[in-house]
């Protein structure tokens, strides 16, 4: 079954919500996600049967397209929804006229770390207790990837 992609409309917010909340230990909030939205980010949703089971967000500004957010719901992961919707939102910074994607990833996320390397994705930095956490905050790894 493959992913249907189109972009995020404010009528998906609590699908998306479904998604985001059952795929991060700390999701954003509602109010977060529409904003995004609002803010025209170029928001993306991917169907699998004409239900949404991941988004990826992602934000440009100039030459560079900042990735905020990618999930696949985890009923969902391992059939390569993740890669196709992380191909696809690299297709659009390149057509939104980006030069380089930026994103921050929790070092202890292996499963996004090595699809961010396989689509060869390189570490550029830490930002020191960037994410927080149920204990303490977390640092983030900075990757980039030249467009
Ligand atoms: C990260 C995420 C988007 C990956 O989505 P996915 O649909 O499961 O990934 P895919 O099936 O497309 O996997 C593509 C490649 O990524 C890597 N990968 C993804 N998840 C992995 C895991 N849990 N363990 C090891 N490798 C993994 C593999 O290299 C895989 O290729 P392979 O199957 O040929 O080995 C998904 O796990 C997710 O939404 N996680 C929660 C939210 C999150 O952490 N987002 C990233 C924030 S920076």
């Known amino acids: 079954m493959s992913l249907a992609l189109r972009p995020m409309e404010l009528a998906d917010l609590d699908d998306v919500m479904q998604v985001e909340t059952a795929g991060y230990s700390i999701p954003w909030s509602a109010s ?15 169907q699998v049967d004409e239900v949404i089971r991941s988004h990826a967000i992602i ?3 100039v030459d560079e397209a900042h990735l905020l957010n990618l999930c696949v719901h985890p009923a969902f992961q391992g059939r390569g929804y993740g890669k196709a919707m992380l191909e696809h939102i690299i297709e659009r910074a390149q ?19 090595k699809l961010y390397y396989a689509l060869g994705f390189e570490r550029i930095g830490v930002r020191k207790g960037y994410y927080p956490g149920p204990e303490q905050r977390e640092d983030a790894w ?3 990837l030249y467009l």
Do not use: F, T
């Open 142 to 144: 900075v990757l980039s």
């Open 95 to 113: 057509e939104l006229g980006a030069h380089r994607m930026i994103l921050e990833v929790r070092p202890s996320n292996k499963g996004a770390i």
């Open 59 to 61: 934000q440009i500004m």
């Open 32 to 46: 977060v996600m529409k904003g995004c939205i609002r803010m025209g980010y170029d928001a993306w949703v991917g």
